[in-house]
């Protein structure tokens, strides 16, 4: 299973996408996580220990090696450089293990805007890309919702795009514009995961908003998320509630897209 997940900033993505990596590992399958996200708290929606966490710097900010696999040299953007830098030894070099799960963190690319054309954003995707079409973990991608780092090539691999709201305008507006861009990338299935809802109106009013949207399932309004937060802990370690509810989000995502 490969999912990329997306949506607003706030709205819970990265929790999802966490819970999701420990569930699946906690089944038994290896698991691969990115974190595609500028803000990079997929680590902590995981619960890797900060000490390792310490230890892991996103390759975006690898100047020296993003150099060396590109052939680029500092000061010299807009010359030439490698299109196929090689990516295939980084997620064992450069992953922070937490129970069965290597997360890789992304970052962000500071030169020219997330979509520039530049040797980090070559290096990014290209990893992404083989990440996506040639290993053979379950992957779980914590995206930006404006999803940046997949390219044409690499989307139409991705199983599904799951797209995270809550009960909100500015929430149903973002997945708007996000099932947009996977229509120009050419991904096939998208799903909407509903989060926070507080109770039936909550339910009511996504689906109303959303129409012709495939909602997968929904995730409760949850102190507990807030507690593991202030804790810096992942929510699957505090709270059966979520666990179950993304259980049954993954179970209904099976018996889409297997």
């Keep these: 299973m490969k999912v990329a997940i997306s949506g607003k900033?706030?709205?819970?993505?990265?929790?999802?996408?966490?819970?999701?990596?420990?569930?699946?590992a906690k089944q038994g399958y290896k698991v691969l996580a990115i974190d595609a996200d500028p803000d990079s708290n997929l680590a902590s929606a995981i619960g890797v220990d900060q000490k390792k966490?310490?230890?892991?710097?996103?390759?975006?900010?690898?100047?020296?090696?993003?150099?060396?696999?590109?052939?680029?040299?500092?000061?010299?953007?807009?010359?030439?450089?490698?299109?196929?830098?090689?990516?295939?030894?980084?997620?064992?070099?450069?992953?922070?293990?937490?129970?069965?799960?290597?997360?890789?963190?992304?970052?962000?690319?500071q030169q020219g805007g997330g979509g520039c054309f530049c040797p980090e954003s070559v290096l990014l995707k290209s990893l992404l890309s083989y990440i996506i079409i040639e290993r053979d973990e379950s992957v779980i991608v914590d995206m930006e919702a404006g999803l940046e780092h997949l390219g044409?090539?690499?989307?139409?691999?991705?199983?599904?795009?799951?797209?995270?709201?809550?009960?909100?305008?500015?929430?149903?507006?973002?997945?708007?514009?996000?099932?947009?861009?996977?229509?120009?990338?050419?991904i096939k299935n998208l799903y909407i995961v509903g989060n926070k809802i507080m109770d039936i109106s909550d339910d009511e009013l996504m689906r109303n908003s959303l129409e012709g949207f495939t909602v997968l399932g929904t995730i409760s309004y949850n102190e507990k998320v807030i507690e593991a937060d202030k804790l810096g802990v992942s929510p699957f370690d505090i709270d059966e509630k979520i666990r179950t509810e993304v259980g049954y989000i993954i179970e209904a995502l099976r018996n889409r897209v297997t």
């Design 9 to 24: 900033g706030g709205v819970g993505k990265t929790t999802l996408a966490g819970v999701m990596a420990r569930i699946l």
């Design 53 to 109: 966490l310490d230890s892991a710097k996103p390759l975006a900010l690898m100047k020296e090696f993003i150099e060396e696999r590109t052939s680029s040299k500092k000061g010299t953007y807009g010359s030439f450089f490698k299109l196929n830098p090689r990516v295939d030894d980084i997620p064992e070099r450069f992953a922070v293990d937490k129970d069965g799960i290597k997360l890789v963190i992304l970052g962000n690319i």
């Design 152 to 186: 044409r090539g690499t989307a139409e691999y991705v199983d599904a795009l799951l797209v995270v709201v809550e009960p909100g305008k500015r929430s149903f507006q973002t997945a708007y514009q996000v099932k947009r861009l996977s229509q120009d990338l050419g």
